[in-house]
């Protein structure tokens, strides 16, 4: 890219940062330290504030790089992760937000731990929590990558690699002196900035093409090199029966993981009532349906106006289709109207990573301080202890993210979430469903779930073509693929049902009756919430 690019990118850069810098600052001098205030926000935003928020959290880098990127080099089958990613809204608003808002605290644990023994699930469900968190973080983390790697030209891995590390230090600063509150208002910001975005491009898109949409369609089918086969469904997941099953497993896991997010579940935590938290995900799902509409056109135009070849050629998982198309869009490389549309795009962009970084980080350091740490302790920590565990967690936490990051820079930011969606949907998910609503759920079970979902999980993943085995693996020179699909949750997600069924009927132990009609009445009236 010109210096003009890389300019006015930088310089819009530099003010987002101060900005969200500004409003970490402002909220740090005016918190009350409590672990309230730093998990929580105190639980004072309003139904609006954090339906944007929550939407903030949600669109990430893989959205708006890794979808649109999808869609622009797959067509049809890119399309899925906009239909499971939106989709699975609906199981949270139904099964999920109101129950979770009543029974727990701060945590996933908190809903667990409130009929059985709290050591040995607060542990499983933290160590579940924090997994899933690191590898949505590392998804981030090589958007920011590939984003600016692209705006300098693509001028080695050095750059590349501090970027990576810069948006780790970021992210740090912003949960450990911030907490909640801090990270919910720079959500709401970046949420603000991506969509108004999003809306220029698609504005910008439609009258390129005169409104027709028939019209756009069909130039992104003959740009692509496949012809009419580039809107019909197969030519990503058609080919054979494996992609075929990775298809199903891929869809399962999109579709059952958001209800297993933990830096989701954590929002409903910072709205006073279950009623309040119900509304922040109607907000949440209008504005992220709004959004995810656009990307299909955005995915299409990139198709149409850039080309597949050209996006490939930027980065092999076409994570800056968006930019690119930006760039067309405002009249070419050495236009004045490109130079500032993408700048503008790709400093939202950057926005998004590091908004959403910061939500997942505060999430996985409030599962290792309030579940690991306070249950490895003899006594329960005192909430100011807490806290500071919290916050040196953040550090270790984005360290071990900025490591993976680097290692994982040439997959495709939308794929990686796919992973994490599953390692949710297997090991989170049915814990918390079991918890909820299985009057014989026991302890054992809930250890078992979350394990026998997790390990199997992981597993599948090293033992699958992402490690190893092919060109496009993180470990090209190496084959230890036994398994083939990319994606684990068509077995994962069972085996975390199963698992704790089977600990459940094996165990020894009586259910408590009593406990969980006392969870039943609280989660369905709110009656003893915090």
């Excluded at 059985?116 to 998804?139: K, Q, W």
């Excluded at 705006?151 to 891995?157: E, H, P, Q, R």
Aim: with cysteine; aromatic share 10%.
């Amino acid at each position: 890219m010109t210096g003009h690019h890389q300019t006015l990118a930088f310089f819009l850069f530099s003010a987002f940062v101060a900005v969200t810098l500004a409003i970490t600052t402002w909220v740090s001098r005016n918190r009350r330290g409590s672990a309230e205030e730093f998990y929580a926000g105190g639980r004072l935003f309003s139904p609006l504030e954090n339906g944007f928020a929550i939407a903030g959290d949600y669109m990430s880098a893989a959205s708006f790089l890794g979808v649109t990127g999808l869609i622009a080099l797959y067509g049809y089958d890119g399309m899925l992760y906009v239909v499971g990613f939106l989709v699975a809204w609906l199981l949270v608003l139904f099964l999920v937000a109101e129950l979770v808002r009543n029974c727990g605290r701060f945590t996933l644990a908190d809903v667990v731990a409130a009929r059985m023994r709290e050591r040995p699930v607060r542990i499983a469900a933290g160590t579940s929590s924090v997994t899933v968190s690191v590898l949505y973080l590392v998804a981030q983390m090589v958007g920011a990558g590939s984003l600016v790697s692209l705006l300098l030209g693509g001028t080695g891995a050095a750059a590349r690699a501090w970027t990576v590390i810069g948006v780790g230090a970021l992210m740090v600063i912003y949960v450990s002196l911030g907490g909640m509150r801090a990270t919910t208002w720079i959500q709401i910001v970046k949420a603000v900035l991506l969509l108004a975005g999003t809306v220029v491009l698609t504005v910008l898109v439609l009258l390129r093409f005169h409104g027709d949409f028939d019209r756009l369609l069909l130039t992104a089918a003959a740009r692509s090199g496949h012809g009419r086969a580039f809107l019909a469904p197969g030519l990503k997941y058609g080919g054979d029966w494996t992609a075929r099953l990775d298809f199903i497993s891929l869809g399962l896991a999109l579709v059952l993981g958001t209800a297993g997010l933990p830096h989701i579940l954590s929002r409903f935590y910072t709205v006073p009532t279950a009623r309040a938290a119900r509304r922040s995900v109607l907000w949440s799902i209008g504005l992220i349906g709004g959004f995810y509409l656009m990307t299909i056109v955005l995915g299409f135009a990139a198709a149409a106006m850039v080309g597949p070849v050209a996006v490939r050629e930027s980065n092999a998982a076409g994570n800056t289709a968006v930019p690119l198309l930006a760039l067309d869009l405002g009249g070419g490389a050495e236009s004045t109207g490109g130079t500032v549309l993408f700048a503008v795009v790709a400093a939202v962009a950057f926005a998004t990573i590091l908004a959403v970084v910061a939500g997942i980080t505060l999430a996985s350091s409030a599962s290792v301080a309030h579940d690991v740490y306070a249950s490895l302790r003899r006594s329960r920590a005192r909430p100011r202890s807490e806290v500071t565990v919290a916050r040196i967690a953040s550090v270790g936490i984005g360290v071990v993210a900025i490591a993976l990051g680097l290692l994982a820079r040439d997959l495709n930011v939308a794929f990686l979430v796919g992973l994490a969606f599953a390692v949710a949907a297997s090991a989170n998910l049915p814990v918390l469903l079991y918890s909820l609503f299985w009057s014989g759920f026991t302890t054992r079970g809930a250890v078992w779930s979350v394990y026998g979902g997790l390990v199997p999980a992981l597993g599948l993943v090293v033992l699958s073509p992402v490690v190893s085995g092919s060109p496009e693996s993180l470990f090209p020179g190496l084959d230890f693929q036994y398994f083939p699909l990319q994606n684990p949750g068509i077995m994962s997600i069972p085996l975390g049902f199963l698992a704790g069924w089977l600990g459940t009927v094996t165990s020894s132990e009586s259910p408590d009756e009593a406990k969980h009609a006392e969870t039943e009445v609280r989660s369905l009236t709110g009656a003893g919430a915090v």
